[in-house]
């Protein structure tokens, strides 16, 4: 349970986003009433693949992978999970949810633990507010089927920028700099490709001066360059 400074935070950060920004204010603290804060350090384990779900999660701080186990014993990372997203999400509206993933901290994480026979209630009673919410999820399935098309289609060189890319804010300019805070093997296994893979094509793109390399720091030394080698 949250004490009363928690439950401001936690009524800020979940009114940030689309599964709760359209609900009232009352069905806001009824949610809040069975939410968990949860704190987990590096590689801890927040849920495994074919568990019972009860909750989905809003990630405050850190980071999440979400990772399956190949039929070999390798891992496959199906998507890592930032500070303002929420996992698990769909998983509340199966007929007999259970996690079809693992879930573990990448690095340590602070997670809000959402009560999904709640959220349901509410958006059973609340149906403009679910009305809202279906169509914000049926743009990011759109979105999510892009990344998909992407994955399949780039080859490796083009997966990497775009992961590279995808670490800039908005309106970076030139001499911009990102660290990477996410290990390069779960980077790697999230890109489909072998870590070695990974750190030769950053390596190309250095030598030709699209990037500066300095341990985890990258520095973007032309956005547009990096940009064409997509085209």
């Known amino acids: 349970m949250l004490d009363s400074a928690q439950r401001d935070i936690a009524l800020a950060t979940l009114k940030r986003h689309y599964l709760f920004a359209p609900l009232s204010e009352p069905e806001m603290a009824a949610l809040l009433a069975r ?25 405050a ?10 039929a070999d014993g390798h891992e496959k990372v199906v998507e ?17 949810p259970c996690y079809p993933v693992n879930a573990q901290a990448v690095r340590p994480a602070r997670l809000y633990g959402i009560r999904g ?7 059973r009673q609340n149906s403009d507010a679910c009305m809202n919410i279906l169509g914000d999820l049926s743009m990011r399935l759109h979105a999510r089927l892009n990344d998909v098309v992407q994955l399949t289609q780039q080859n490796a060189t083009h997966r990497v920028v775009r992961y590279l890319l995808g670490l800039l804010p908005r309106h970076a300019e030139d001499g911009a700099v990102v660290y990477l805070e996410t290990p390069k093997h779960v980077i790697a296994s999230r890109l489909s490709v072998k870590p070695e893979t990974l750190s030769r094509i950053m390596a190309r793109l ?3 001066g699209v990037i500066i390399l300095k341990g985890r720091e990258i520095r973007f030394v ?9 085209d």
């Open 35 to 59: 939410v968990d804060l949860i704190e987990l350090d590096t590689e801890a384990t927040l849920f495994h693949q074919q568990q019972p779900a009860e909750r989905f999660f809003l990630v």
């Open 61 to 70: 701080d850190g980071q999440i992978k979400l990772f399956h186990t190949t």
């Open 80 to 96: 890592l999970i930032n500070p303002g997203q929420v996992l698990a999400e769909a998983v509340m509206f199966m007929r007999r």
């Open 117 to 123: 026979d709640i959220y349901t209630q509410l958006l």
């Open 206 to 208: 250095a030598q030709d």
């Open 222 to 230: 032309s956005i547009d360059r990096l940009q064409r080698v997509m």
